[in-house]
T-cell receptor, first 116, second 111 residues
Framework: EAQVTQNPRYLITVTGKKLTVTCSQNMNHEYMSWYRQDPGLGLRQIYYSMNVEVTDKGDVPEGYKVSRKEKRNFPLILESPSPNQTSLYFC???????????????FGPGTRLTVL | QKEVEQNSGPLSVPEGAIASLNCTYSDRGSQSFFWYRQYSGKSPELIMSIYSNGDKEDGRFTAQLNKASQYVSLLIRDSQPSDSATYLCAALDNYGQNFVFGPGTRLSVLP
């Protein structure tokens, strides 16, 4: 089954304790992206990756890191989480390149993060 | 700052009616636009994409794009209670890299 998976789905942690949220896709997609979703603010792009070893900042990258060592994986790293990073996080992927249809993103199930 | 704006709603329509959802975007360089549906607590799922001026129809859904007015809309015909969800509009920049989402419009279809 074609899908984007995220782990963990739920996480409660404390300020300053490093954490990683994993994202994996099995569709051979080149483009992957991380979003956070907050009430009233909608989805905001954190980082994206056009391909292996190619990453770039989205609209809200502060406090986050990413890496893209393999095509299928795109982990999100919070090295020193703070309470304002409490949010619902989504990973997404798409084929990229070619026509616009290649940019249709598929989303993972989401990770609800609480930082105390 | 690139922005996508939507009326947050809620938009309430009776079952069987046409629901009309609107979206405007600020970046004239945006070339591709997407409508996603999101049920409470779930991830967004793609309904339609559109990149040419005019209408694009898929079943009960019609997306409309007017690049001159920087306006995108989604019409849902014969609305069903199962269509009750938040609808997200998104714009993709000219480089195919940066997605900007609107805050979403909450639709409620009343039986």
């Amino acid at each position: 089954e074609a899908q984007v998976t995220q782990n963990p789905r739920y996480l409660i942690t404390v300020t300053g304790k490093k954490l990683t949220v994993t994202c994996s896709q099995n569709m051979n997609h080149e483009y992957m992206s991380w979003y956070r979703q907050d009430p009233g603010l909608g989805l905001r792009q954190i980082y994206y990756s056009m391909n292996v070893e190619v990453t770039d900042k989205g609209d809200v990258p502060e406090g986050y890191k990413v890496s893209r060592k393999e095509k299928r994986n795109f982990p999100l790293i919070l090295e020193s989480p703070s309470p304002n990073q409490t949010s619902l996080y989504f990973c997404a992927s798409s084929l990229s390149g070619g026509g616009p249809a290649y940019n249709e993103q598929f989303f993972g199930p989401g990770t609800r993060l609480t930082v105390l | 700052q690139k922005e996508v704006e939507q009326n947050s709603g809620p938009l309430s329509v009776p079952e069987g009616a046409i629901a009309s959802l609107n979206c405007t975007y600020s970046d004239r360089g945006s070339q591709s636009f997407f409508w996603y549906r999101q049920y409470s607590g779930k991830s967004p799922e793609l309904i339609m994409s559109i990149y040419s001026n005019g209408d694009k129809e898929d079943g009960r859904f019609t997306a409309q794009l007017n690049k001159a007015s920087q306006y995108v809309s989604l019409l849902i015909r014969d609305s069903q209670p199962s269509d009750s969800a938040t609808y997200l509009c998104a714009a993709l920049d000219n480089y195919g890299q940066n997605f900007v989402f609107g805050p979403g419009t909450r639709l409620s279809v009343l039986p």
